[in-house]
């Protein structure tokens, strides 16, 4: 019998009663952008200087003033919530792949597939960022960047080692710690970070695809997740072996999130780490980093003979709802977000080059591959070839789309932490997990 209460969708639409819905009619009139004074911006925090100079750019061209606000990247799913719910006044956002599927069923996004060049942009995305963006076959927003989970090593620690090459699997990950562990060089030459936060689905589900696992399939079944010998389950025995067998991992490394790592990494602590792969820029700067030239990427480890799958993500810009009850609103929202997510006027991705070329950020638009600044920044911190192939490897997270991903995701990260710390069956854990996902398909599919 199917479980008594509201299903996950109604639960969504009822806490955002008033604040916007699913879909709403095209206006047959051109509507004038001009006739909107002001629209509402909000984003987490991150490179906001640069995005107050793209903001003020977009104010002078379109003469429309922007309020802007923005919050930690932490706090922002639950920030948004709260916000929508509280029916404050939005117009364009940061969108997050995995928290999509709530936001639409919430009735908080707009689709933008009537655009002008919409159809251009989607084709010249790169690999699994138009799938990312959609939801029951419309789009949600244009690429603001793209990423993955990259392995990152320090060049210089391994050749001391006498180490001719990266690891090519986690095998040798242990054997090429143990060396450099062995020559004194590193105490604990493999710098993992694990808190219980957003980037500890990253990390996990970038462990798991690099084993050739997967959580579950197309419909939501659970795939094998909870065996003994799962994808899964060994990455856990690994992490666990890394720390208290072979005593590769630093103390601590369960408290420690990602800007503490990658801090840590830049100072010199550690030789290999798994950090988001716009790290790696910020890993060789000069002006922030005692290792600048000497970090590395190597394509990610792997077992069973599975390919060097990633975890990777697409962050993107996203018209609310709300704003397009509005014609002219509208109209002045699809501006914005085809400024900062499109191209300019030579046909460039104007905001996603810089992007990459002053932050590292990477981006989810095929044709800057090509690019010649592009290919030239990458070099200098990377190799812009191994960058292209790393992303072509990545995959989003199995079963994000599901409108209750985010709160099993939740449920998730304290249980790991506890099978990790041996305070529970790895295999046990895995059941709970299994458990929980079916009863929330069962309850709010």
């Not at 697409?314 to 191209?343: C, E, N, Q």
């Not at 099978?419 to 709970?432: F, R, S, W």
Request: one cysteine or more; proline letters at 5%.
């Amino acid at each position: 019998m199917k479980e008594l209460g509201l299903s996950r969708r109604k639960l969504l639409r009822n806490a955002a009663l008033g604040t916007a819905a699913l879909a709403l009619p095209v206006s047959r009139a051109t509507p004038s952008a001009a006739m909107v004074k002001s629209l509402n911006f909000y984003s987490w925090t991150y490179g906001i200087s640069f995005v107050k100079q793209r903001i003020a750019e977009f104010e002078k061209l379109a003469k429309v003033k922007i309020n802007y606000g923005n919050t930690p990247g932490s706090k922002y799913h639950d920030t948004l919530v709260v916000k929508f719910t509280g029916k404050t006044p939005l117009d364009v956002i940061y969108m997050i792949d995995g928290h999509l599927a709530e936001f639409v069923e919430a009735g908080w996004l707009y689709p933008i597939d009537e655009f002008p060049r919409v159809d251009e942009y989607r084709k010249e995305f790169i690999g699994p960022t138009a799938d990312a963006l959609t939801y029951n076959g419309k789009l949600y927003g244009l690429p603001y960047y793209v990423g993955h989970m990259a392995f990152l090593y320090n060049e210089e620690h391994l050749e001391k080692a006498g180490i001719g090459a990266p690891p090519k699997t986690w095998d040798e990950v242990v054997q090429q710690s143990l060396q450099i562990k062995s020559k004194g060089i590193q105490e604990y030459p493999f710098l993992q970070f694990l808190k219980a936060d957003f980037w500890m689905g990253e990390m996990l589900f970038t462990m798991m695809y690099s084993r050739g696992g997967r959580f579950v399939d197309e419909k939501y079944n659970v795939m094998g997740y909870d065996k003994p010998d799962s994808a899964v389950a060994q990455s856990i025995q690994w992490i666990i072996d890394a720390a208290k067998k072979h005593k590769i991992t630093q103390p601590g490394f369960m408290e420690l999130n990602e800007v503490a790592a990658l801090k840590a990494f830049s100072s010199g602590t550690g030789s290999f780490a798994i950090l988001p792969n716009y790290r790696l820029r910020a890993a060789n700067e000069p002006k922030s980093s005692k290792v600048a030239g000497k970090i590395k990427m190597a394509l990610i480890p792997t077992a069973n003979n599975a390919k060097p799958n990633v975890c990777g993500w697409t962050r993107a810009y996203s018209m609310t709802a709300s704003a397009a009850k509005d014609p002219a609103r509208k109209a002045m929202s699809w501006k914005m977000v085809d400024f900062l997510g499109g191209k300019d006027k030579s046909g460039t991705y104007r905001t996603a080059k810089k992007w990459f070329t002053e932050f590292g950020l990477g981006f989810g638009h095929a044709p800057l591959f090509k690019d010649p600044d592009i290919i030239s920044a990458a070099n200098k911190w990377g190799e812009a070839k191994l960058f292209e192939s790393q992303m072509a490897l990545s995959k989003p997270k199995d079963g994000q789309k599901a409108v209750w991903y985010a709160e099993w995701d939740q449920f998730m990260r304290p249980r790991v932490h506890k099978a990790i710390l041996g305070q529970a069956d790895i295999v046990g854990t895995l059941k709970t997990l299994t458990k929980q996902w079916n009863r929330l398909k069962r309850r709010y599919g």
